[in-house]
């Protein structure tokens, strides 16, 4: 397999359990709303025409369907295809779920009022390619926003989450961000893509809920940050 096949694979055979913990209904109606607000900050005001690239299960999609904006997700995992398409089938406003690569996803230039990523650029291979595409993508005036965090900063290789039989090493050569070590990694990424007015903004009521109903397991309760840029 390749890299981008060892990554896929590892994600479709996590989806089942990623998207239950991610709709646990103890946290759900709270993340919901958190993440409204972070997203309708960040873009611009619906309807607008908005890519979420590697969309995994479909969470940020189903978010920003929510606030009334025209999305496409999309996503190599297979696996997490199949559930995002299951949650887009509730909605009234659904968004559309397909297959393709965020760091070339098949789009004419300027098809859309906005990117977004969440959990996406620390395992992104090409992180400098893939963000100039997406600006590429962003209307004049447009947005790329992108949350993550440095999840990982000792490395794959020392962290608790059990990597060792997708991410081995010629995987981890192709993550640049992987063992980010600070957040202004990822912002240095969005600067080099030509995107001007770059901040970067702490994620302090998801860190609040992290405190009251606890992480993921295997990871730590850190910060999260909100990257944008306008193209």
């Known amino acids: ?26 946290r759900l109606a709270a993340d919901q709303e958190a993440w409204s607000r972070i997203w309708a900050e960040a873009l611009p005001p619906a309807p607008a025409d908005v890519l979420d690239v590697g969309t995994g ?22 696996g997490m295809l199949d559930r995002a398409r299951q949650h887009a089938a509730t909605l009234a406003n659904p968004p559309v779920i397909q297959l393709g690569d965020a ?24 992180p400098e390619v893939a963000v100039a595409n997406w600006a590429r993508l962003v209307r004049p005036g447009g947005v790329v926003a992108v949350v993550d965090s440095t999840w990982f900063p000792g490395g794959l290789d020392n962290a608790s989450e059990n990597f060792t039989d997708f991410y081995d090493a010629r995987v981890r050569d192709v993550l640049p961000l992987a063992a980010a070590t600070s957040i202004d990694q990822t912002v ?24 009251r ?13 909100l990257i944008a840029g306008r193209s």
């Open 1 to 26: 397999m390749t890299a981008q096949e060892r990554i896929n694979a590892y994600w479709t055979g996590r989806a089942p359990d990623y998207d239950e913990y991610q709709q646990r209904p103890d």
């Open 57 to 78: 299960t479909g969470q940020v999609a189903m978010v920003l369907a929510g606030l009334g904006h025209r999305v496409t997700g999309i996503d190599l995992a297979e």
């Open 103 to 126: 760091v070339a996803p098949d789009f004419p230039a300027g098809s859309f009022d906005a990117v977004t990523s969440r959990y996406l650029m620390w395992t992104l291979r090409e």
């Open 188 to 211: 240095a990424v969005l600067e080099k893509a030509g995107l001007s007015e770059v901040t970067v903004t702490p994620l302090t009521t998801i860190y609040e809920l992290d405190r």
């Open 213 to 225: 109903f606890g992480v993921a397991p295997n990871h730590e309760h850190q910060m999260q940050y």
